[in-house]
Every structure is written in C-alpha cells, then in structure tokens.
C-alpha cells in the first residue's frame, strides 16, 4: 500500500466548475504545497446552459462528457490529479434548477437516497482518508438542488465515516464575508467600461455570503490567481472570464475571489482567529 500525503483534503462540488470558482485557489495552493487534494463532483452538469454559439448544441450526455474534459483540463491548471464522480461519471445527473420538471427525474441527484449517495462518498473516504472536508451550507451556498443535495450527501458521509472509525477531523463550508464581498463589487463597478461585459450581478447572487463575524479561516490563494482563472476558463460551456473577473450564461458579471474564505462547522480550530490554515490545529498533519 502507497504511503498517503500528511495533508488530505476532500472537496464535494455539485457540477463540474463550482470547485475552481468556489476553491481553485485553495485548490492549486495545497496541491503546490504537497497535500493531497481530492475533489469529489457529484454530477457531470448536463442540464447547464452553454454560453459559446458554437457549443450550443451541446445537452444532456454529450454536454456530460464535454464538462468531464473541461474538468480534466480545469484540474490540470489547478495542478490536482485526482478528482473523481460520486458513484462514478454518470451515476448522478444534474437536476436543473429548482422548480423545473427536471428535479423529477428519476436519475437525478435531487432525487437520489442520501445515505446511498453518503455510501460512495465514504468509500473516497475510506481510501483517501482525509483530515479536511469543504463543502456547501444547508441551502447549497445558494439554492441550486445539486449544491444542497450536496451538502446533505457530505454531511451525512461525515457521520457515517465517523461511525465506521474514519473521524474526518475538519468540516468547513464555502463562505464569502459581506464587506469582502461589498468591496470586490465597488471594484468591479469601477473595472466595467474596460470589461467586455455590460452588466453585473449583485452580492446576493454569490453564494455563501456571510457576516464577517462567521468567517473562522481565510486562505490567501493570490498567489494562485492565475491558476485559478486558468481553471475557471477551462470550464469554457459555463464560465467566460476577463481577468479577474467572470460571468456565468446569465452574462452577469461577478469578481473572482483569490482569497477564499471559509466557515468551520465541526472541529477545533487553530490557535489564531481567523485561522490561515484548513489543518491548524491537527496534530498529525504536522
Ligand atoms: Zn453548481
């Protein structure tokens, strides 16, 4: 048996994309630092809107398998190689947004049994063995019915791990602080007439936005800016991006955030407040 990293950190996204806007930085900066980051993506995307014409006629399977090599090359800019489909790729499908039809299919992951899905996770779990999970807020950061059935399959994987003797020692939600948040979009106000996009989505439409007081961990990703924009590029069907920032196929522009932020929702933390570090305060991964 391979001999594992000291430092194992476990993702759980709901599409592919989500893990480079929400953690790329993060992401590259662990991996570059030699922890092993393993990111778990529950579907493939399939009912994503495509944003280049000349892509459009992507849907279903075949956008599944394209997100699947925009992922590929999302992973390698972020320099991470081992990210894996809950189940398997296409065990799970996208459930479209909440209140479509769509969340009515039988093979969606809406409608997927939680402690079915929790058992693949478990199974990551039981090989990886992670010291530090990430994951979305009960309401998914922001609603979408993957990103909360995503949450409910992490948590649930949590306990289970916990019950089968594999405690994950770390357990944090993605968190955006408000006037962090606030700040990046005077920016962006400001950075508009040299973008090539002509409106900007508001605060409220990025997920995980939080009062300030709630933020126990802030990682200084800037360095890896690059790497993640790169990444978030890759996702080329969802994502067109102009420097530091970005827009989604509602064509809204938004900031990227190079420092990420995060929320510890079980565990202790490090000694400091916030901590600057996802494994401050656990021994063995010293
Ligand atoms: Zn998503």
């Not at 030699?34 to 778990?40: F, N, Q």
């Not at 969606?108 to 779990?125: K, M, T, Y």
């Amino acid at each position: 048996m391979t001999e594992l990293p000291e430092r194992r950190l476990l993702l759980v996204h709901a599409h592919p994309d989500d893990e480079s806007i929400n953690n790329g930085a993060t992401m590259a900066a662990y991996a570059a630092d030699g922890a092993r980051v393993t990111l778990v993506t529950c579907t493939l995307g399939e009912r994503g809107e495509v944003i280049p014409p000349g892509l459009a006629h992507l849907s279903g399977a075949a956008l599944g398998q394209y997100r699947l090599g925009e992922l590929t090359a999302a992973m390698r800019a972020l320099g991470v190689d081992d990210f894996r489909l809950l189940g398997g790729p296409g065990r799970y499908c996208d459930s479209g947004m909440m209140g479509l039809p769509d969340n009515d299919d039988p093979d969606c992951f809406w409608q997927a049994d939680v402690d079915e899905a929790a058992g693949h996770l478990v199974e990551v779990i039981r090989e990886v063995r992670p010291q530090v999970l990430i994951t979305y807020d009960e309401n998914g950061g922001y609603g979408h019915p993957d990103h909360i059935q995503a949450h409910r399959v992490a948590m649930r994987a949590v306990e289970l791990a916990a019950d089968a003797g594999l405690p994950i020692a770390k357990v944090y939600w993605n968190r955006v602080p408000r006037t962090v948040g606030e700040q990046a979009f005077a920016r962006l106000q400001d950075a508009l007439p040299e973008l090539p996009f002509t409106k900007t989505a508001v605060l409220d439409d990025v997920p995980g936005v939080v009062a300030d007081e709630r933020i126990t961990t802030v990682v200084d990703g800037t360095a890896h800016t690059a790497a993640k924009t790169a990444a978030m590029a890759a996702h080329a069907t969802q994502i067109e991006v102009s420097g530091e920032y970005f827009v989604l196929s509602n064509e809204l522009a938004q900031p990227v955030f190079t420092t990420e932020y995060y929320e510890l929702v079980r565990g202790q933390g490090g000694r400091t407040a916030p901590e600057t570090d996802l494994f401050a305060g656990i021994e063995e991964a010293r």
